[in-house]
Protein backbone atom coordinates (compact mmCIF):
# COMPACT_ATOMS: atom_id res chain seq x y z
CA UNK A 1 0.00 0.00 0.00
CA UNK A 2 1.54 3.70 -0.83
CA UNK A 3 0.66 6.72 -2.05
CA UNK A 4 2.14 9.09 -4.68
CA UNK A 5 2.54 12.87 -4.89
CA UNK A 6 -0.42 12.64 -1.96
CA UNK A 7 -2.57 12.30 -4.66
CA UNK A 8 -2.82 8.61 -5.60
CA UNK A 9 -3.37 5.81 -3.54
CA UNK A 10 -2.64 1.81 -4.51
CA UNK A 11 -2.38 -0.73 -3.05
CA UNK A 12 -1.24 -4.57 -5.00
CA UNK A 13 -1.50 -7.89 -3.85
CA UNK A 14 0.47 -10.77 -5.08
CA UNK A 15 -0.46 -14.52 -3.98
CA UNK A 16 -0.43 -18.16 -4.42
CA UNK A 17 -2.60 -20.70 -3.29
CA UNK A 18 -2.43 -24.57 -3.56
CA UNK A 19 -5.73 -27.19 -2.40
CA UNK A 20 -5.45 -30.97 -2.17
CA UNK A 21 -8.71 -31.40 -2.07
CA UNK A 22 -11.23 -29.17 -4.43
CA UNK A 23 -14.73 -29.83 -3.94
CA UNK A 24 -16.99 -28.69 -6.76
CA UNK A 25 -20.65 -29.13 -8.07
CA UNK A 26 -21.33 -30.90 -10.94
CA UNK A 27 -24.46 -31.93 -13.09
CA UNK A 28 -25.44 -35.46 -12.78
CA UNK A 29 -28.82 -35.68 -14.99
CA UNK A 30 -30.85 -33.67 -13.43
CA UNK A 31 -29.33 -33.80 -9.54
CA UNK A 32 -26.54 -31.73 -9.09
CA UNK A 33 -23.57 -33.53 -7.16
CA UNK A 34 -20.05 -32.76 -5.21
CA UNK A 35 -17.45 -34.28 -6.26
CA UNK A 36 -13.68 -33.91 -5.26
CA UNK A 37 -11.52 -32.81 -8.31
CA UNK A 38 -8.36 -33.00 -7.09
CA UNK A 39 -5.63 -30.28 -6.35
CA UNK A 40 -6.45 -26.57 -7.67
CA UNK A 41 -3.27 -23.95 -7.75
CA UNK A 42 -4.45 -20.01 -7.90
CA UNK A 43 -1.71 -17.44 -8.73
CA UNK A 44 -3.06 -14.11 -8.56
CA UNK A 45 -3.00 -10.71 -8.06
CA UNK A 46 -5.18 -7.79 -6.60
CA UNK A 47 -4.79 -4.35 -6.77
CA UNK A 48 -6.97 -0.85 -5.71
CA UNK A 49 -5.80 2.89 -7.41
CA UNK A 50 -7.63 6.02 -6.77
CA UNK A 51 -6.61 9.30 -7.68
CA UNK A 52 -8.32 12.70 -6.53
CA UNK A 53 -7.78 15.05 -9.36
CA UNK A 54 -9.42 17.74 -7.74
CA UNK A 55 -11.45 18.33 -4.07
CA UNK A 56 -14.56 16.99 -5.98
CA UNK A 57 -13.52 14.14 -8.35
CA UNK A 58 -11.88 10.88 -7.46
CA UNK A 59 -11.14 8.21 -9.79
CA UNK A 60 -10.70 4.77 -9.08
CA UNK A 61 -10.12 1.15 -10.59
CA UNK A 62 -9.90 -2.07 -8.38
CA UNK A 63 -9.60 -5.37 -9.96
CA UNK A 64 -8.16 -8.55 -9.72
CA UNK A 65 -6.36 -10.96 -12.38
CA UNK A 66 -6.46 -15.13 -11.43
CA UNK A 67 -4.52 -17.74 -13.58
CA UNK A 68 -6.15 -21.48 -12.12
CA UNK A 69 -4.96 -24.69 -12.75
CA UNK A 70 -6.37 -28.26 -11.32
CA UNK A 71 -3.49 -30.08 -10.25
CA UNK A 72 -3.47 -33.96 -11.04
CA UNK A 73 -6.92 -35.97 -9.53
CA UNK A 74 -9.40 -34.32 -11.70
CA UNK A 75 -9.67 -36.37 -15.25
CA UNK A 76 -13.32 -35.80 -16.00
CA UNK A 77 -13.92 -33.39 -18.39
CA UNK A 78 -16.78 -31.39 -16.74
CA UNK A 79 -14.67 -30.48 -14.14
CA UNK A 80 -11.63 -28.37 -16.23
CA UNK A 81 -11.49 -27.54 -19.88
CA UNK A 82 -8.27 -28.29 -21.83
CA UNK A 83 -5.86 -26.52 -20.09
CA UNK A 84 -6.73 -27.41 -17.12
CA UNK A 85 -8.74 -24.03 -16.07
CA UNK A 86 -11.79 -24.46 -13.74
CA UNK A 87 -14.93 -23.40 -15.24
CA UNK A 88 -17.10 -20.18 -14.65
CA UNK A 89 -14.19 -19.15 -12.74
CA UNK A 90 -13.06 -15.55 -14.51
CA UNK A 91 -9.67 -14.31 -15.12
CA UNK A 92 -10.10 -11.12 -15.21
CA UNK A 93 -12.43 -8.74 -13.31
CA UNK A 94 -12.08 -4.83 -13.20
CA UNK A 95 -14.27 -1.94 -11.29
CA UNK A 96 -13.49 0.96 -12.88
CA UNK A 97 -15.11 4.58 -12.31
CA UNK A 98 -15.42 7.98 -11.02
CA UNK A 99 -17.08 9.98 -8.52
CA UNK A 100 -17.83 13.75 -8.68
CA UNK A 101 -18.81 15.99 -5.40
CA UNK A 102 -21.75 17.89 -6.67
CA UNK A 103 -21.74 21.19 -4.42
CA UNK A 104 -21.45 18.93 -0.98
CA UNK A 105 -24.71 18.34 -1.61
CA UNK A 106 -24.21 14.77 -3.60
CA UNK A 107 -22.19 12.78 -5.26
CA UNK A 108 -22.16 11.17 -8.54
CA UNK A 109 -20.75 7.97 -9.13
CA UNK A 110 -20.42 6.32 -12.55
CA UNK A 111 -18.60 2.79 -13.07
CA UNK A 112 -17.78 -0.24 -15.93
CA UNK A 113 -17.84 -3.31 -14.00
CA UNK A 114 -16.02 -5.72 -16.28
CA UNK A 115 -15.09 -9.52 -16.04
CA UNK A 116 -13.63 -11.69 -18.73
CA UNK A 117 -11.92 -14.62 -19.66
CA UNK A 118 -14.69 -17.00 -18.07
CA UNK A 119 -14.18 -20.92 -18.89
CA UNK A 120 -17.71 -22.94 -19.69
CA UNK A 121 -18.76 -25.79 -21.58
CA UNK A 122 -21.44 -24.26 -24.87
CA UNK A 123 -23.01 -27.70 -24.79
CA UNK A 124 -23.94 -30.60 -22.04
CA UNK A 125 -21.08 -32.40 -20.40
CA UNK A 126 -21.57 -35.76 -22.09
CA UNK A 127 -19.89 -33.79 -25.27
CA UNK A 128 -18.89 -30.37 -23.86
CA UNK A 129 -17.77 -27.82 -26.18
CA UNK A 130 -15.54 -25.25 -24.27
CA UNK A 131 -15.64 -21.77 -24.89
CA UNK A 132 -14.38 -18.24 -22.85
CA UNK A 133 -16.61 -15.46 -22.27
CA UNK A 134 -16.75 -11.73 -21.34
CA UNK A 135 -19.21 -9.37 -20.80
CA UNK A 136 -19.55 -5.83 -18.79
CA UNK A 137 -22.03 -3.71 -17.21
CA UNK A 138 -22.26 0.48 -16.46
CA UNK A 139 -23.70 1.59 -13.24
CA UNK A 140 -24.79 4.68 -11.75
CA UNK A 141 -25.38 6.17 -7.79
CA UNK A 142 -26.56 9.20 -6.82
CA UNK A 143 -25.77 9.57 -2.99
CA UNK A 144 -26.70 12.09 -1.15
CA UNK A 145 -24.58 14.11 1.94
CA UNK A 146 -26.26 13.16 5.45
CA UNK A 147 -29.50 15.43 6.47
CA UNK A 148 -29.24 16.62 10.14
CA UNK A 149 -26.30 14.17 10.56
CA UNK A 150 -28.57 11.10 10.57
CA UNK A 151 -30.53 10.36 6.87
CA UNK A 152 -28.78 9.66 3.55
CA UNK A 153 -30.65 8.67 0.27
CA UNK A 154 -28.96 7.05 -2.53
CA UNK A 155 -30.51 6.14 -5.79
CA UNK A 156 -28.78 3.41 -7.86
CA UNK A 157 -29.34 2.37 -11.95
CA UNK A 158 -27.76 -1.32 -12.07
CA UNK A 159 -26.59 -2.21 -15.76
CA UNK A 160 -27.23 1.22 -16.70
CA UNK A 161 -26.71 0.02 -20.88
CA UNK A 162 -29.29 -2.95 -20.58
CA UNK A 163 -26.98 -5.78 -21.42
CA UNK A 164 -28.86 -8.37 -21.90
CA UNK A 165 -25.70 -10.96 -22.99
CA UNK A 166 -25.82 -14.04 -21.27
CA UNK A 167 -23.18 -14.79 -18.73
CA UNK A 168 -21.59 -18.46 -18.01
CA UNK A 169 -22.93 -19.53 -14.35
CA UNK A 170 -23.71 -22.43 -12.99
CA UNK A 171 -26.46 -24.28 -10.74
CA UNK A 172 -30.37 -23.67 -10.88
CA UNK A 173 -30.29 -20.07 -12.10
CA UNK A 174 -28.42 -21.52 -15.68
CA UNK A 175 -31.95 -22.07 -17.36
CA UNK A 176 -31.64 -20.22 -20.44
CA UNK A 177 -28.86 -21.56 -21.87
CA UNK A 178 -26.63 -24.13 -20.54
CA UNK A 179 -24.16 -22.93 -18.83
CA UNK A 180 -25.14 -19.67 -19.19
CA UNK A 181 -28.07 -17.55 -16.96
CA UNK A 182 -28.91 -13.94 -18.84
CA UNK A 183 -28.33 -10.91 -16.47
CA UNK A 184 -31.20 -8.74 -15.44
CA UNK A 185 -32.09 -5.88 -17.53
CA UNK A 186 -31.77 -2.39 -16.27
CA UNK A 187 -32.85 -1.70 -12.03
CA UNK A 188 -33.69 1.25 -10.26
CA UNK A 189 -33.00 1.36 -6.33
CA UNK A 190 -33.92 3.90 -3.95
CA UNK A 191 -32.47 3.38 -0.42
CA UNK A 192 -32.33 5.62 2.76
CA UNK A 193 -30.25 5.33 5.62
CA UNK A 194 -30.82 6.85 9.25
CA UNK A 195 -28.22 6.59 11.73
CA UNK A 196 -29.56 5.88 15.48
CA UNK A 197 -27.56 8.27 18.03
CA UNK A 198 -25.12 6.81 20.20
Not at 116 to 130: K, L
Not at 164 to 193: C, D, M, S, W
Request: charged share 20%.
Amino acid sequence: MGNFAKKINYNITLYQQELENQITRIESGELNSFVNTGGLKVRGVEWSFNAKLTNDLLLYWNGSALDPEVMIGASDSEKHNEDNQPLFVPKFNSLIGAEYNVFNKFKVNMALRTISGIPYSATPYDNPTYKEASTSFVDLTIRSKKFWDKLEVSFNALNLLDNTEGVPAYGEHAGNTHGTIQPEGLRFYLKTRFTLPD
